[in-house]
Antibody, heavy 119, light 110 residues
């Protein structure tokens, strides 16, 4: 059974930093492209970024609102995906989901972790 | 404003058929990129419902179907059930913006 378990969310002030983790199991993590998607309270889904498998180059791609502030990385030895978030803004407040990506769609989602940025 | 446009809400009685539209443009759906659909029951994470315009993952009832034409796509739900009450999101790829989602549609089962 595929499982994606996010952790690391919390409450912090604008300008702060936070690293989210996503522990993956039930599939060959090293072969998977992985993404982060967020959902602000009461709002829709917003793609944050993606990292390819190392076999496919391991490159990252980001949405415009987070480019230059967020960094996605992976540790295939630990089957773990990361999202480093710096210079956080109040508009970054959201539930952050870790997802496995197949082609251009997302086949499995984690349960999400809440990040609240507030002064 | 989302790149893909969905109606904010739709409703139907049990047993009825409802459709949810997803309208894009020549840089996403109209450029030939596939459309995918997700179901989000309140308080839970989204779940893949339809991929590649019209394909259902294992376990998704055949009451759910998807189609795509031109710059738009549709999700149809037949034999509406109370458990179908949820938010539905379409998703595609945009040549300038990468992954894009619709704003979501809240389905109410009357």
């Amino acid at each position: 059974e595929v499982q994606l378990v996010e952790s690391g969310g919390g409450l912090l002030k604008p300008g702060g930093s936070l690293r989210l983790s996503c522990a993956a199991s039930g599939f060959t993590f090293s072969n998977a492209w992985m993404s982060w998607v967020r959902q602000a309270p009461g709002k829709g889904l917003e793609w944050v970024g993606r990292i390819k498998s190392k076999t496919d180059g391991g490159t990252t791609d980001y949405a415009v609102p987070v480019k230059g502030r967020f960094t996605i990385s992976r540790d295939d030895s630990k089957n773990t995906l990361y999202l480093q978030m710096n210079s956080l803004k109040t508009e970054d407040t959201a539930v952050y989901y870790c997802l496995s990506q197949r082609s251009n769609y997302f086949d499995y989602w984690g349960q999400g972790t809440l990040v609240t940025v507030s002064s | 404003q989302s790149v893909l446009t969905q109606p904010p809400s739709v409703s139907g009685a049990p047993g009825q058929r409802v459709t949810i539209s997803c309208t894009g443009s020549s840089s996403n759906i109209g450029a030939g990129y596939d459309v995918h659909w997700y179901q989000q029951v309140p308080g839970t994470a989204p779940k893949l419902l339809i991929y590649g315009n019209s394909n259902r993952p294992s376990g998704v009832p055949d009451r759910f179907s998807g189609s795509k034409s031109g710059t738009s796509a549709s999700l149809a739900i037949t034999g509406l059930q109370a458990e179908d009450e949820a938010d539905y999101y379409c998703q595609s790829y945009d040549s300038s913006l990468s992954v894009v989602f619709g704003g979501g549609t809240k389905l109410t089962v009357l």
